[in-house]
């Protein structure tokens, strides 16, 4: 196996891309390069169906002529002459973007945080076989599950370098492990489907193999035999690990790219209550072994942890520099960046935990829809409108009562924002982490 990540390597190669630009006349410039390596094994019925490894070498570089800009990328040891050149020489013809430059230099990081993101523990095909059969055998053992649809592990390391021709230069690296399986439960028509997974920056991190797998066979056998219910409003539970999604909304809504083109149903609500006065959601990039933590953004900034969503009245959009411009603001940190033009995201987004238990949340709602599952994806960011097939379970006298399939919830996200109750329960699963919601007035479409 080649050389895993050198960062040096990396920064020299940034550096030498930003210096060819400028030596072919562009009047700034800026390279990201960056190397990733990933394996995946898959297993089915018991033998390993799949061993996949991939290594990718890229860089992108961005230049600016006056107020126009250009971006090119290709994999690493190209002719960095040759492509600096081609870069500018689009640029000069490109349509001008008054928008469009490098960050503020009085806001590029002087000083970049170890994040320990990065698990140099060696993981060998071998191991990572061990751990997707003993989650299939876990799931397998489970009384009622038939099948699978099989199960994986996997492993990733990449590193990234951002150099500026106005002085920034650094870089990082991150790894991530994980597992996941999907497990059969019934036979025929009857069959039901479900799934768990777990995955870290770090090995030592990740919940067992063997419970992954249980879970997911516990969770297919309990979606047998579902009934469906009669149209009707009510609330809806999201279970935990459902529940980033509204974060996810939330994230999209709150661009900066979409508040610039128009394009949000929360374009006009800085500085307005859209949830209730017990929320608060945090977005930090500087979380220790996070999913979406980054000692930098895009363009080279730090910043730490920025409440979004403060006592229910939204705070701050996500900020790349081209947005803060565009809407008179300054950058909050947020770029994201891969080889092509930086653009505004949220990095690790919290949805503080209310006071209640999941069990009182329940028992609070009475009757309702517990939802464990969703079909497709239905938000409209623009109107705010949400449409989504679901199954779950239904509440009955504040208890969990029988499966249910064969749904569809309905609502606006803005009515939902200010009608959601949080519960105690946090799991850090990913970026985005929420706990059981407890969501009033959504319509639950069934019969």
């Not at 997974?197 to 193999?209: G, M």
């Not at 297919?220 to 999201?238: H, M, S, W």
């Not at 209310?354 to 309702?368: C, D, F, H, M, Q």
């Not at 938000?379 to 009562?401: C, H, K, P, Q």
């Amino acid at each position: 196996m080649s050389e895993l990540v050198n960062l040096a390597a990396l920064t020299e190669q940034a550096e030498k891309l930003v210096a060819a630009a400028r030596a072919a006349g562009a009047d700034a410039a800026d390279a990201v390069a960056l190397r990733s390596v990933n394996q995946v094994v898959s297993v089915l019925n018991g033998k390993v169906e799949k061993v996949e490894h991939a290594e990718n070498d890229e860089f992108g570089l961005r230049v600016f002529v006056g107020d126009r800009n250009a971006i090119i990328s290709a994999t690493l040891g190209a002719d960095v002459g040759e492509l600096a050149g081609r870069a500018v020489a689009m640029a000069k013809v490109a349509t001008a973007d008054r928008f469009a430059g490098l960050a503020d230099p009085a806001l590029l990081a002087r000083e970049v945080a170890d994040l320990d993101l990065l698990d140099e523990t060696p993981v060998t095909a071998s191991a990572l076989a061990g751990r997707a059969l003993a989650m299939e055998t876990a799931a397998r053992e489970v009384a009622g599950v038939t099948n699978s649809s099989g199960a994986a592990a996997y492993w990733a390391r990449g590193g990234l370098a951002l150099v500026t021709s106005h002085g920034f230069s650094n870089a990082y690296e991150t790894s991530g492990h994980g597992h996941s399986i999907a497990a059969i439960a019934g036979t025929g028509t009857a069959m039901e489907r479900d799934w768990d997974s777990s995955s870290k920056s770090h090995l030592a991190d990740l919940e067992p193999a063997e419970i992954i797998g249980r879970r997911a066979g516990e969770r297919a056998v309990r979606r047998l035999n579902p009934r469906q219910v009669t149209t009707q409003v009510g609330t809806v539970v999201y279970e935990q690990r459902l529940a980033s999604g509204i974060l996810g909304s939330l994230a999209s809504a709150i661009s900066g790219g979409a508040i610039a083109r128009g394009a949000s149903f929360l374009k006009d609500q800085l500085g307005k209550a859209i949830f209730s006065p017990s929320i608060r959601i945090t977005d930090d990039p500087l979380r220790r072994r996070g999913s979406g933590s980054r000692p930098f953004d895009g363009e080279g900034i730090t910043t730490g942890a920025l409440d979004i969503i403060e006592g229910g009245v939204l705070t701050s959009w996500l900020l790349d520099s081209a947005t803060a411009r565009e809407l008179g603001l300054v950058s909050n940190g947020r770029a994201s960046r891969g080889t092509g033009a930086p653009g505004p995201s949220a990095s690790n987004l919290l949805l503080h935990p209310g006071r209640t238990s999941p069990e009182e949340l329940i028992a609070a709602v009475g009757t309702g829809l517990y939802v464990t599952d969703f079909i497709g994806h239905g938000a409209n960011i623009v109107t705010g409108d949400l449409s989504r097939g679901a199954a779950g379970f239904w509440i009955e006298n504040g208890e969990i009562a029988y499966p249910v399939s064969e749904i569809t919830i309905a609502g606006n996200l803005r009515d939902m924002f200010l009608h959601l109750t949080p519960a105690n329960d946090i799991v850090f699963r990913g970026a985005y982490t929420a706990p059981t919601l407890a969501i009033e007035g959504l319509t639950i479409a069934g019969r």
